[in-house]
């Protein structure tokens, strides 16, 4: 049974932290629309997806395609989501950061499908490369304290955004940012607690993938090669961590 999850914001007030960096980014410039809560049954360990519009345009395949699996599955998208409204509590209508979401929901596994609108800011010269960095810093850092077993960091494509000439360099910035902060906590950790996976190298050459040669969206193909992508690494690492 599928349901959707209503749960009061008075609950907000108790979760873990309640820190968020609020920085000095134009917050018109990377805000996004409210996303779907959605959670599926199911006895496995709980999964938990974070992402963007790659991921809400298939929400409920991605859902199903977890709890099939034997996850107890979450999954909250929401169109040109990055980091940063999340870390400031701005998406989402109980206003949980990316620590909140997981924890609120038990979480072994979270998958943070985040980064391809974080690249676009760049590319569009909304924030700073430093901004970006401390927004992946407190993101992974508040995922992390939320999970229990591994946090999995999808890197984003480098594929063509539209007219931005910049942003196939913007998205290997990111992917480094992912990788710099993914040793961090892991080496705070004493242990491998995240993972990364790259959408990019896995998408690379594979045009048919995308909508277009200049719209990183994803084609129906598209869809089911990086909602497969995602599941593949989130059934294998739900004990690795």
């Not at 907000?12 to 959605?38: E, F, H, K, R, Y």
């Not at 206003?95 to 391809?116: K, Q």
């Not at 992390?144 to 360099?169: D, E, K, R």
Request: hydrophobic share 40%; net charge neutral.
């Amino acid at each position: 049974m599928k349901v959707r999850i209503i749960v009061g914001v008075a609950l907000a007030v108790a979760l873990i932290g309640s820190g968020s960096i609020a920085g000095a980014m134009d917050v018109g410039a990377v805000s996004a629309v409210w996303p779907t809560w959605t959670g599926s049954g199911g006895s496995g360990s709980n999964t938990v997806v974070v992402g963007d519009s790659l991921i809400d345009e298939q929400h409920d395949q991605v859902l199903w395609a977890l709890a099939s699996n034997g996850n107890r599955s979450y999954v909250t998208a929401s169109s040109g989501s990055s980091y940063y409204p999340w870390n400031n509590r701005i998406t989402g209508q109980n206003h949980w950061d990316l620590g909140d979401i997981p924890w609120v929901w038990g979480s072994r596994t979270t998958v943070l499908a985040l980064g391809t609108n974080d690249a676009r800011l760049l590319a569009q010269g909304s924030i700073s490369l430093a901004e970006e960095s401390d927004q992946i810093k407190w993101g992974v850092t508040r995922a992390v304290a939320g999970t229990t077993g591994c946090v999995i960091l999808v890197q984003p494509s480098s594929h063509a955004f539209g007219g931005l000439p910049n942003y196939p360099a913007q998205a290997q910035n990111v992917r480094n940012l992912q990788a710099q902060w993914a040793n961090a906590a892991n080496a705070s950790a004493g242990r491998v607690r995240v993972r990364l996976i790259d959408w990019n190298a896995q998408s690379a050459g594979h045009a048919d993938w995308f909508e277009s040669a200049t719209n990183i969206h994803h084609s129906a193909t598209g869809e089911a090669q990086y909602r497969n992508f995602i599941l593949w690494y989130a059934n294998g690492w739900r004990n690795a961590c």
